[in-house]
């Protein structure tokens, strides 16, 4: 479902991410780590063509990003770390706009947005503006608007930040439920090892802008906790690339600052 | 073309969800009217003068429409160049600014379509001003007759003038995150291209004279404001709105590749 090849992202002089390359299948839900200016962003923004790779290639959901964006990015659903909400819009008629946007039929769109905004337990709110919402909420539309278009593909940049308890089990049982039910292929990033035990099958572990570790969670577990993998590894990575290490921490700024 | 209606139709619900566009509106309607009613109360007043004069040789170019309607349509035209980069600042600015410009590019939506239906929200918009503009030589018509096809050649002037304005402040507003900076460069830019042609009086050469009035948009709109169409400056309206709206393309393509 997805294909990443040698992806490399290069900010001016900053290499954000060098040579990452992984594979994931139909159902799979992917946890995606790594420490604060990895490059885990940089790589969701490059599967969900908002950046262009600088080397590398990438196919979602069977479509090359380079030579087919629009088939892509119909496959895709995408919730980037703030959710791209329009505060003064009510819940409905946002999620009916980004289902516009990636080409639901008009016939459609109603169904599709009443499943989605009942998928997240938003139907209660469904008429209120997004501004009058609370973070959990608002947090619980960006995920409507991900999934709206019933995408073959999830990418999920943080989906349960700052949310509170009960809300991350909400919404980890949510992704659950629309890999194993419905057969969609999902990345989450998170920094929250334990979410990654709870929901996913393997992990992706990304340190200093390069893959250090891609494996099943069961394989993982005979080497240690995930937490000792976590951090054996971004040291190591550390260890080896001082030099590499300044420049994540400066393409992290540059990537911080924009859009 | 259901992306384009979308994002249009999104974009004007936003944009009458604050009171910016409210405000901007009733104040521009404000001043317009108070310039117009002005200039009206000041034709008849000179019109006595004339007649108490006996001048009536006067009395033939001293009409309605070329004194108030022409004359309080140029005045228009100079609040404009304030009122519509005030209106069209947020379009690209405020989306950088809130992150939600994300959506619309990982969207299946080309840049094309983005700016066309920001362009169309605008448009919506300055149709309406310009049709409330025409309010006010409308009350001309109840009482006296000024030319029909004339005013409202002068009111498709306007808005013609207005698209201008906004497409170039579309692309100002693409190229930063901050709405205050869009819209003051697009106040600026306006006002730069309103004095263009008093700048080509003073230039030297003749070249430099022919250039800058023909960059200058009150060459452009001054004609059809009095009734004249011409061909000429329904071309130069065309083009900046082609120029501009395709570097407003090329700049949220840009915004692709950081």
Request: charged letters at 20%; glycine letters at 8%; proline letters at 4%.
């Amino acid at each position: 479902m997805i294909k990443a090849v040698a992806l490399t992202k290069r900010y001016g002089g900053l290499t954000a991410i060098r040579g990452v390359s992984f594979e994931v299948a139909k159902g799979e839900v992917v946890g995606f780590l790594g420490p604060n200016g990895a490059g885990k962003t940089t790589t969701m923004r490059i599967l969900t063509g908002y950046l262009p790779p600088t080397e590398g290639s990438a196919v979602v959901g069977g479509f090359d990003l380079s030579r087919n964006p629009r088939e892509a990015k119909r496959a895709t659903g995408y919730l980037p770390e703030t959710p791209p909400l329009y505060p003064e819009m009510r819940v409905r008629d946002y999620v009916r706009y980004v289902a516009t946007l990636h080409d639901v039929p008009r016939a459609q769109r109603s169904s599709k947005v009443d499943r989605a905004l009942g998928s997240c337990g938003l139907e209660k709110v469904a008429n209120r503006v997004i501004r009058t919402l609370s973070k959990g909420y608002r947090q619980r539309v960006g995920l409507a608007q991900a999934i709206v278009h019933e995408p073959a593909v999830l990418i999920l940049d943080e989906p349960t930040s700052g949310l509170d308890p009960i809300q991350i089990a909400e919404i980890r049982e949510l992704i659950r439920r629309l890999a194993a039910e419905e057969g969609r292929t999902v990345i989450l990033s998170t920094h929250i090892l334990a979410e990654v035990e709870a929901i996913c099958q393997r992990v992706l572990l990304i340190a200093y802008g390069q893959l250090r570790v891609d494996a099943r969670l069961d394989a993982l577990r005979e080497q240690g906790s995930l937490e000792q993998v976590f951090v054996r590894e971004v040291q190591s990575a550390a260890s080896r690339d001082a030099d590499a290490a300044a420049a994540m921490a400066a393409a992290a700024a540059v990537v911080e600052a924009e859009p | 073309m259901s992306h384009v209606l979308a994002i249009a139709g999104r974009e004007l619900r936003s944009i009458f969800a604050t009171p910016v566009a409210y405000v901007l509106i009733s104040v521009y309607m404000l001043f317009a009217g108070f310039i117009f009613f002005a200039s009206l109360g000041m034709f008849l007043v000179q019109l006595e003068q004339i007649q108490a004069l006996g001048m009536t040789n006067l009395l033939e170019q001293w009409n309605l429409q070329d004194i108030v309607i022409a004359q309080s349509f140029s005045t228009f035209a100079i609040f404009l160049a304030f009122v519509v980069p005030l209106l069209a600042m947020r379009a690209f600015a405020e989306e950088r600014a809130t992150g939600s410009i994300e959506l619309l590019l990982t969207s299946p939506v080309t840049s094309s379509e983005i700016v066309a239906g920001k362009f169309l929200a605008i448009a919506g918009l300055l149709l309406l001003i310009t049709v409330l503009t025409g309010l006010y030589p409308l009350l001309l018509f109840a009482y006296g007759d000024p030319e029909l096809w004339q005013t409202l050649a002068g009111l498709q002037t306007l808005l013609l003038y207005s698209l201008t304005l906004a497409s170039i402040c579309c692309f100002i507003s693409a190229l930063t995150r901050s709405q205050i900076v869009a819209g003051l460069v697009g106040v600026a830019v306006a006002l730069m291209l309103l004095l263009m042609p008093f700048a080509a009086e003073s230039s030297q050469s003749e070249t430099m004279k022919a250039v800058l009035r023909w960059f200058g948009t009150s060459t452009h709109y001054e004609p059809g404001l009095t009734g004249q169409v011409r061909s000429e400056d329904l071309a130069y309206f065309g083009i900046v709105i082609f120029a501009s709206l395709s570097m407003a393309r090329a700049a949220v393509d840009s915004l692709r590749w950081r």
